[in-house]
């Protein structure tokens, strides 16, 4: 009988040796590969909550988010067949002009725990890059990062550029310089302060989408 109770546990936990294993033998029994998703998202949710009380740290929430990518690359597959897509899709990047992506990597990272489809667009992204990806994707939301606070205006234009030309997509804003008064000012659509907020953030604004 698949253990997926132990599945959650090693995706939290961050082992990939048992995160990989664990999820062959519940695909191998046939178990619905949705339900096999919702038991390693509930690890990240797990994560991501103990990452905002201060009780885990960043390294510990990269070790996590690689065990469940090994976890998920054995599922695409089977999801795929099966016709499951995830319901919104997300598109991230580091702002024009930054080339830190720490943060950003971290935000896909639980972002795809948080049941998205993400396409990173790695760093020193353009305005119209994000618009031209959001729209070849049919993303729901966009995520930029800074952490230079010379780069921070460059958010501004981004989401200007999305509202203009792909009304109805959700623009949020995050890195160490960000504040919530920032995003305000520039007309984002949410800020989170770190990765895991970033998903409450995203399932918020995506559950009136």
Do not use: C
């Not at 997509?169 to 907020?197: H, S």
């Amino acid at each position: 009988m698949a253990d997926l109770a132990a599945l959650t546990a090693a995706v939290e936990a961050g082992n990939r040796a048992a995160a990989g294993e664990l999820t062959q033998a519940a695909v191998d029994e046939g178990v619905d590969p949705r339900t096999i998703l919702s038991a390693m998202t509930a690890a990240m949710d797990v994560v991501g909550r103990k990452f905002q009380e201060g009780e885990l740290f960043v390294p510990e929430m990269l070790i996590a988010a690689r065990a469940m990518k090994a976890g998920t690359a054995i599922l695409e597959p089977v999801l795929l067949a099966a016709g499951v897509k995830p319901e919104f899709r997300a598109v991230v990047g580091t702002v024009e002009g930054d080339l830190h992506d720490i943060g950003k990597n971290l935000v896909g990272m639980m972002w795809k725990g948080g049941g998205l489809e993400v396409f990173d667009l790695g760093v020193n992204v353009s305005a119209a890059a994000f618009v031209a990806a959001a729209r070849e994707h049919d993303a729901h939301i966009v995520g930029l990062s800074a952490l230079l606070t010379t780069t921070m205006p460059n958010m501004r234009g981004v989401v200007e550029a999305v509202h203009a030309g792909l009304p109805g997509v959700r623009v949020v804003v995050g890195g160490a310089p960000v504040t919530p008064e920032f995003a305000a000012q520039i007309g984002a659509d949410g800020y989170a302060p770190d990765a895991g907020a970033a998903v409450d953030l995203a399932r918020g604004l995506l559950a009136h989408a």
